[in-house]
């Protein structure tokens, strides 16, 4: 019998190992990516608990070693998204009935597993999956990753303690409830943590969810399910599926008790769905919660007063970690003109230094991009820009695809402030650099906040306060992460909840209750203790 107000653990970030030459996380970390590539894994979908395998096998190669295969997983298709939905609404109503802390227990356990018995296992299979280095994975497959767990049961139980006064004779109390029906989530490539996230927030909030994870991180998704498993999530709670996305689609979205879609990905793509729900919008039990996090063309403005090294540090690595396959990665960046010169030489020379290979080797900074289609795609630009007359490639331009989709870090110098590449979303290791009179600040700041369709991050560089203040309101509206002296990217769970607004998303900010809240249906309770029996009101006495 439960009779108690548990409270939960405080959340705390997890700490960072840095995997520094002679550690022992340097030598586990190396073992288990020697795991990784000693055997091929063998990876079924999870529905209901069960493991469900078709005949169509598909292989996977790491972006860095095209021609190597560490796996395979078994594509579905409509009956399996069928099943899915079938095994998560029978898991509905003894999850949604389970007691909050007993939830909570699972996923706190999951935080334990992977920053403890599976930290290294989870960084691997990013690194060789996903093309990741070793910080760039411990950041995020287990840091960040724990971090969603840990806070997001501190948010669930502020959330649950948020109540309404009562006045005399009543007693008013709020009921969080799961939706009514299933969530989508739909997971990005380029973060084990967000893959994670998105479909385990709104099972916290005792909601069941069908999950389909990108094609190019089905990898990691795979270990991801393990530890889910292993922790003792319910079968049928979070289900796994590999299909396509229109085949998905097409059964989720005629679904009458589709009740919520979680994303991270492109702004194509989310705008797609949404017509699609609201065509279908009818059909359903209740309005669907959207939720979607997406693209951006992320900032740097520097002022005349910023320091030159701060500048550069910024801008290499806001750029160009994880091969700026970041949706909060420097994609374009604004210079006055009087620091040009020795931003220029600095930034092209620290760029051209940047080590690039495979991610076992732990001296590189650059590794590979996703996949072959993003690899043309980034090419395109490049190519493109070698031909513009108002374009300059001032470092990089270089790629090869013989053994694995390698670009090397590139710097677009241009005139035009509304050149191709400061406007559309590349997702690769493209800095495009526009430089503007030093007396011209107004003018370039509005430009900047009229150039893009997205808000999601932007960094100011500046050591004048005045000038920092002033850009600040000025830009209020380009950026939901906003950097001030620092790089655009790196958001901390509990610390910089993330999510950007315009073309970007919804901005329900992952890593905070915002997000939380908007997997719950809540439910007001008003007990009235001594109801009245007589309908007349005192004014309708007499005098």
């Known amino acids: 019998m439960t009779n108690a107000l548990f409270k939960a653990p405080i959340a705390k970030n997890e700490p960072v190992y840095n995997y520094a030459p002679g550690t022992r996380e340097?030598?586990?970390?190396?073992?288990?990516?020697?795991?990784?590539?000693?055997?091929?894994?063998?990876?079924?979908?999870?529905?209901?608990g069960k493991e469900i395998r078709t005949d169509k096998k598909v292989s996977i190669h790491p972006p860095h070693n095209i021609k190597r295969t560490i796996g395979y997983y078994y594509q579905g298709g409509e009956e399996e998204v069928k099943a899915a939905i079938d095994a998560a609404l029978s898991a509905k109503e003894k999850w949604a009935a389970m007691n909050w802390e007993q939830r909570a227990s699972i996923f706190l356990k999951i935080a334990d597993l992977i920053s403890g018995t599976y930290r290294?296992?989870?960084?691997?299979?990013?690194?060789?999956?996903?093309?990741?280095?070793?910080?760039?994975?411990?950041?995020?497959?287990?840091?960040?990753?724990?971090?969603?767990?840990?806070?997001?049961?501190?948010?669930?139980?502020?959330?649950?303690?948020?109540?309404?006064?009562?006045?005399?004779?009543?007693?008013?109390r709020l009921e969080y409830r799961p939706l009514e029906g299933f969530v989508f989530a739909l997971t990005p490539f380029n973060f084990t943590s967000i893959a994670g996230n998105l479909p385990t927030a709104p099972a916290l909030m005792g909601n069941v969810v069908v999950w389909k994870p990108s094609k190019t991180a089905i990898y990691s998704a795979s270990v991801l399910m393990e530890i889910f498993r292993e922790a003792g999530l319910p079968d049928g709670v979070i289900n796994m599926v590999f299909t396509s996305g229109p085949t998905a689609a097409k059964v989720i979205f005629s679904h009458k008790d589709f009740a919520g879609f979680h994303f991270t990905g492109s702004t194509a793509v989310f705008?797609?769905?949404?017509?699609?729900?609201?065509?279908?919008?009818?059909?359903?039990?209740?309005?669907?919660?959207?939720?979607?996090?997406?693209?951006?063309?992320?900032?740097?403005?520097?002022?005349?007063?910023?320091?030159?090294?701060?500048?550069?540090?910024?801008?290499?690595?806001?750029?160009?970690?994880?091969?700026?396959?970041?949706?909060?990665?420097?994609?374009?960046?604004?210079?006055?003109?009087?620091?040009?010169?020795?931003?220029?030489?600095?930034?092209?020379?620290?760029?051209?230094?940047?080590?690039?290979?495979?991610?076992?080797?732990?001296?590189?900074?650059?590794?590979?991009?996703?996949?072959?289609?993003?690899?043309?795609?980034l090419v395109s630009y490049i190519e493109r820009a070698k031909k513009d007359v108002e374009a300059e490639i001032i470092a990089g331009g270089i790629y090869n695809k013989s053994e694995g989709y390698f670009i090397r870090p590139t710097i677009i110098l241009t005139i035009d402030p509304h050149y191709v590449t400061m406007e559309e979303e590349l997702f690769g290791p493209v800095l495009t650099v526009y430089v503007y009179e030093d007396d011209k600040l107004d003018?370039?700041?509005?430009?900047?906040?009229?150039?893009?369709?997205?808000?999601?991050?932007?960094?100011?560089?500046?050591?004048?306060?005045?000038?920092?203040?002033?850009?600040?309101?000025?830009?209020?509206?380009?950026?939901?992460?906003?950097?001030?002296?620092?790089?655009?990217?790196?958001?901390?769970?509990?610390?910089?909840?993330?999510?950007?607004?315009?073309?970007?998303?919804?901005?329900?900010?992952?890593?905070?209750?915002?997000?939380?809240?908007?997997?719950?249906?809540?439910?007001?309770?008003?007990?009235?203790?001594?109801?009245?029996?007589?309908?007349?009101?005192?004014?309708?006495?007499?005098?």
């Open 120 to 172: 290294y296992k989870i960084n691997a299979a990013t690194m060789v999956g996903q093309s990741k280095n070793p910080f760039q994975a411990e950041i995020d497959a287990a840091c960040e990753l724990a971090d969603f767990f840990r806070f997001n049961v501190q948010y669930m139980t502020e959330i649950y303690q948020g109540q309404p006064e009562s006045s005399p004779l009543t007693w008013n």
């Open 443 to 543: 003018e370039t700041l509005d430009t900047l906040n009229n150039t893009s369709m997205y808000a999601l991050t932007g960094a100011i560089f500046a050591k004048d306060r005045y000038a920092i203040e002033y850009m600040t309101k000025k830009l209020e509206n380009t950026a939901g992460n906003f950097y001030i002296n620092d790089k655009p990217t790196g958001a901390v769970v509990g610390q910089q909840p993330f999510g950007g607004a315009r073309g970007s998303g919804t901005n329900d900010k992952a890593g905070s209750y915002l997000n939380l809240i908007r997997w719950t249906s809540v439910r007001t309770i008003k007990e009235n203790f001594l109801p009245p029996k007589d309908y007349r009101y005192p004014f309708l006495d007499e005098e």
């Open 271 to 377: 705008q797609s769905v949404w017509q699609i729900i609201g065509k279908n919008i009818k059909n359903y039990r209740s309005y669907p919660r959207i939720v979607g996090e997406t693209g951006g063309k992320d900032y740097v403005f520097v002022h005349n007063t910023a320091d030159v090294d701060e500048v550069v540090t910024a801008l290499v690595r806001g750029a160009f970690e994880y091969q700026g396959q970041k949706c909060s990665a420097a994609s374009r960046a604004y210079i006055p003109k009087s620091l040009w010169p020795q931003i220029k030489e600095k930034l092209v020379a620290t760029t051209e230094s940047l080590k690039m290979g495979p991610p076992e080797d732990f001296t590189n900074f650059i590794n590979a991009v996703i996949d072959e289609a993003s690899f043309d795609k």
């Open 26 to 48: 340097r030598e586990l970390l190396k073992k288990a990516i020697e795991d990784v590539y000693a055997a091929e894994k063998d990876i079924p979908m999870v529905i209901g």
